[in-house]
């Protein structure tokens, strides 16, 4: 099964001149979604992770079920301002501006080994920002996964730790 089969594209979306690559439209297929966290799994498993770290908001579908497959942790990144309690903040640098993330302080034990994932890597700002916050507090950080890597974006080459990507599109 060619899970790009179930990938919608929208251009000019969410501004004009870019293309957007939906996986809404993955999601709605069981068969495809299963296939889907399938490969991941298979991907991933090998790394031993305690936790996966999903980040806000299509990351949170893509690590939730693969925590459950793995029987291992899951933790949310957000945006600044939405996680309850006690945060440790990292604000990073992207092409055009800068952005903030947020994890809860206690949901990281120190040495614990931690898997990032989102629906697509592009220019890997977001993914670098979420390596360096867990990194901070204390997460051995031994692999990134992402659904879609779009081609000739460079976003591999921002993130220190071994990529999985189940498909490529071009940017």
Known sequence: MDIRDYIRTIPDFPKPGILFYDISTLLAHPRAWHHTVDLLSVALRPLEPDLLV????????????????????????????????????????????????????????????????????????????????????GADVVGAAFIIELDGLGGRDELDVPVTRLIEFPA
């Open 54 to 137: 999903g980040i806000e908001s299509r990351g949170f579908l893509v690590a939730a079920p693969l925590a459950l497959q793995l029987n291992c942790g899951f933790i949310m990144m957000r945006k600044a301002g939405k996680l309850p309690g006690e945060t440790l903040t990292h604000t990073y640098e992207l092409e055009y501006g800068s952005d903030t993330i947020e994890m809860q302080a206690d949901a990281i034990t120190p040495g614990q080994r931690v898997v990032i994932l989102d629906d697509l890597l592009a220019t890997g700002g977001t993914a670098r920002g979420a390596v360096e916050l867990l990194r901070q507090a």
